[in-house]
């Protein structure tokens, strides 16, 4: 049976379950309240914009993967490579949410930029390109979310990190042979990756 990994983390902490859903019940089996007061960096899978969040930041780096498909299903459009130009510069800006905030006319520049883009006709093009403007046209609002707010990044590659080590088990054994055993690899890896953002030894954390 499949079962999907999510991961929701910050700085401070990671906790890490499987569902047999992809949808927002098995959020909020976990997360009852929602994130009313947090900010969701996310791909653009269409639980997270079902969410109650604080606010929305699109991860930068799935749309520049889904542009650069573009750029190689048809090498004589320009439309994707200037929108990737766009984000990179963007990026650019604040690699980091490290990084101090730059001026709020900055952000707006941005916007205005993508929005032009997202504006131009794409229908002589393959329906590839048709359906990932609609896409981006969606969640336009958020892709320039962490020139904004301070602490978030431009992508959720911090969360891909977390779920990394579950993707080597899985090439390793294939399976969890249980649902109690996938429940406590999710829970431990929680506690160990925890601690080790807070500095701690994780084989302590266990003990504890």
Known sequence: ENSWAWVFQNEGGTYVFFDRSRGIKAVEKHFPQHFSDSIIVSDRHSTYSTME??????????????????????????????????????????????????????????????????????????????????GIAKVKDYLFTFLRVNDVPPDNNASERAVRIIKVKQKVSGCFRTVLGADNYARLHSIMDTAHKNGQSQYHALLA
Request: proline share 4%; with cysteine.
């Open 53 to 134: 969040t604080g606010g929305r930041q699109v991860c930068l780096a799935h749309l520049l993967r889904n542009l650069e498909y573009l750029n190689q299903l048809d090498e004589g459009q320009s439309w994707s490579r200037d929108f990737q130009q766009l984000l990179r510069e963007a990026i650019k800006t604040r690699p980091s949410c490290r990084e101090p905030l730059p001026d709020a006319h900055v952000a707006e520049k941005f916007r205005q930029r993508a929005e032009k883009l997202i504006d131009i006709d794409l229908s002589m093009l393959d329906g590839e390109f048709e359906k990932l403007r609609h």
